[in-house]
């Protein structure tokens, strides 16, 4: 059967698998042409287990000598932060261990694009058990030229990773709420974002620096830029617990080590900050930080 396809729906999110568009609320979400590939996979085969052997023919093609797991890691990480989705508590898609990755979001498929023509270039191929996308002959060679110069510029990409990969320090929260008690509630914070930039689909993105011994040190936390210096750090992940006397607080900050300049700061409340809401804004931080690093300033 086949099904003529232009938009996909699910939870706040649309999402063009013919373009690789991407959107929330109506609003553009980055998502690179490679990532964005993979997402149209997982996403036409939603609630089954798509392989990391079927990505590869699929978007790579079985020839290609590129850094395949690397590649893979980049998208699904990327994939993940442009739906402020999480791989400990996915809500759109989960990490089957050893078998690949499944879309387990509900999917609403609309037949007609945004001025009510069909989609000429995209369709909804299902049968034998297997649902997948089908583009038309000149969909496939622009598809193909896409490729080539994905390929061509990941490549280049790979050559400098090593050196261009952006250095994370992650400074020990600080409490500011007059509170002793909160100490503890403070470093634990800090130690999850830690924990949440060293998941495996990040650390191809970034390296994350979080218990050198000088940051063991409060006083040498006062000159923070000196301390990212000292570790060779490019960029600054920032706390400070806050309280209103009624609710707490959690102010966090990315900072260029350089110029010492803003890329991102945003805040985060709840009523005592218990595990559940370390662990979520742990994560949204860690999100967060990683989307903006990896978006040129």
Not at 20 to 41: F, H, K, N, T, Y
């Amino acid at each position: 059967m086949w099904f003529n396809i232009a938009v996909t729906r699910f939870g706040v999110f649309q999402f063009d698998p013919a373009s690789g568009e991407l959107s929330r609320d109506g609003a553009p979400v980055r998502l690179q042409s490679q990532p964005a590939r993979v997402l149209a996979i997982l996403v036409a085969r939603h609630g089954q287990i798509v392989s990391r052997d079927q990505l590869q023919r699929e978007v790579w093609g079985s020839g290609t000598h590129v850094d395949f797991e690397r590649g893979l890691n980049f998208c699904i990480a990327q994939i993940r932060t442009a739906l402020g989705d999480s791989a400990n508590a996915p809500r759109f898609i989960e990490t089957v261990p050893t078998q690949g990755y499944r879309f387990i979001a509900p999917v609403r498929v609309d037949p007609a694009t945004s001025n009510g023509e069909p989609s000429r270039n995209a369709e909804l191929v299902a049968g034998g058990g297997e649902v997948r996308l089908k583009r038309r002959p000149w969909g496939w060679l622009i598809a193909a030229v896409i490729a080539i110069c994905a390929l061509v510029t990941w490549t280049q990409l790979n050559r400098s990773s090593a050196s261009s990969k952006p250095t994370v320090v992650v400074i020990p929260f600080y409490n500011e709420t007059g509170r002793p008690d909160l100490e503890a509630t403070a470093r634990a914070i800090g130690d999850a974002v830690v924990a949440r930039l060293a998941v495996a689909e990040r650390t191809d993105l970034l390296s994350v620096i979080g218990n050198a011994p000088v940051l063991r040190n409060p006083f040498a936390r006062a000159d923070v830029q000196e301390v990212g210096r000292t570790l060779g750090a490019t960029h600054l992940v920032i706390g400070q617990l806050q309280s209103d006397g009624a609710r707490l607080r959690l102010m966090a900050h990315l900072v260029r080590v350089q110029d010492m300049k803003h890329l991102w700061a945003g805040p985060f409340e709840d009523d005592r900050f218990l595990f559940d809401a370390q662990a979520r804004t742990a994560e949204a931080i860690a999100a967060t930080a990683s989307f903006s690093l990896s978006t040129p300033h």
